[in-house]
């Protein structure tokens, strides 16, 4: 089997033919896998179509009936003819369209049902793949994902379908009875498909293309959007408000072009049906005319004929439209599917081992990383973080302070190489598991909507207020919380606008201590604080840090001082190990560093 393509070359618009095999095999896959646990209500919609089509299409062979036997029959005085041919026409009526009233329904459960399952899917799995993903796919294509090609699907499922259905067994009803009426005629309409045929292959290879494009270009018309709002304090800062105008407008216009292009391609075929179906119609009325005036057609099912014939062309007309959607639909789960086949490049250990006691040791052993396809940032890398220590980890900017952070969380996995807690490589642990034992607190500290006292017990989802509270005093963040307009009540926007970034630098604190996990990551996490509630978090840091195995990635030299260890890292390599005493006396990197933050302290 061929490597599943995943979202590589989504924006490919001319795929090979292979290729083209391969996106639209998975589509199908997807959409049978939605479609399977339908199956029940879809046998019963099939069943209602058949039938309330049947007593639609029995309506016109009724209309022939009652010219060609009912009024010889009335005009002989025989008036249960009429009763006959009337009863059955309005019963046929009436189950039309209670049976069709009743498909509908159940066309749109099945439909809503298939867009809600890959509605969750598209999410749990998005958020299941690796950072390292969500690093290259950018979030703007992810909502573009979710949002307007789910809505294109969801356009397609909630009408297109129930109407196809529809269309395809009253046309195949309709020619049957126009066969059944007059064989003859039947071969003239079946001329008719050479040329609807011939304009429905042309439509499908012009267009197929252009849908692609469509949700090519609407995927970046949604993420320049969201990245130009997401980072609007830059936009505003550097004035790039004309530039990225500028660079939307050309996006915008572009998906302008396609969507008139599209547009301009179905107001071809849909013209091209109405005539091919005028010009048959004219034919058959011809065709019957001579036949009439031979004796060989009898008026009524000329008129049946015709009735019949005109009603045909107007579902190809639906299937016409439904076909556009279609295309669209189709390019939009090519690429729904695509994002469904990436698998997380951090896996979940298929036989997970537990650390039964854990203690907090980190062992390194070999390692080799670098990040996707890219360069190596560690080579052959040994490190060994006793149990209990705390571990400041300085160096210059881009030395693989952050990246050692991300390895202990298994954000990323190595290369090669081992990385161990307490004797068990990180890649057995279960994730839920390494999420109770390893922590990280980034300089970020992201919070979530909800209140503050909810921010803080993501640390642990059954702490009590008062813990919750214990956490916050301990970090020293109990103080500001109280003087929030709800105290612990307060409710966080989603990016914690109503707090300060140190404020919110100790929320993400007092939820680590919560965790209360054996390992503890700062990274750069302290750079948001000022002198004075550095100072209130450094007493509550050591309180945190007591017993457990702390990594701290800091800027500020006053962060290291509570640690036990410094490591100076340079281009991915430890290049000073020791106490910050010893580093100081060794009159390295270290001492340099420490006496610049020093003198700037002066
Ligand atoms: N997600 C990523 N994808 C590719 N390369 C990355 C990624 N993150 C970091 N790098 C690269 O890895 C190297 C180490 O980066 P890292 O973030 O670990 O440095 P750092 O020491 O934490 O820097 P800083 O102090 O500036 O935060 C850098 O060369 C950086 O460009």
Redesign the pocket.
Known sequence: MSKPMGVSDEDNINLSGVQRKQVRSRSFRLLARLAMPQKKLFILTVALVLVSNAARVALPLLIALAIDWTLPQVREGNWSALGISGGAYIICAILAGVLLAWYINCAARISQAMLLDLRQQVFRHTQRLSLEFH?NYTSGRIISRQTSDLETLRELLDQGVSELASSCVFVVFTLITIFALDWRSGLVLCIAAVPVTILFFWYQSRSEVLYRESRVVSAKVISTFVETMTGIRAVKAFRREVANDENYGDIAEKYRVNSVRSFNLFGILQPGLVLIGNLTVAALLAYGGFRILDGTLAVGVMVALLLAAKRVFQPVEQIAMFYSSLQSATAALEKVSGLLEEEPSVKEPLKPRSIDQVKGEIVFRDAVFG??Q?PI?MDRFDLKLEAGQTVAVV?Q????????AKLISRFYDLRSGSLEIDSVPIQEISNTELREHVVMVTQEAFLFSGSVAENIALGNPTATLAEVQDAAKAVGAHEFILELPEGYDTDLNKRGGRVSAGQRQLISFARAFLADPAVLILD?ATSSLDIPSERAVQRGLQQLLGNRTALI?A?RLSTVQIADRVLV?HD?KIIEDGTPEQLIADQGRFASLHKAWKDSLV
């Open positions: 690093e990040y996707g890219g940032i160096g900017t881009g030395a693989g302070k952050s990246t050692l750069e990635i800027h890292v991915g």
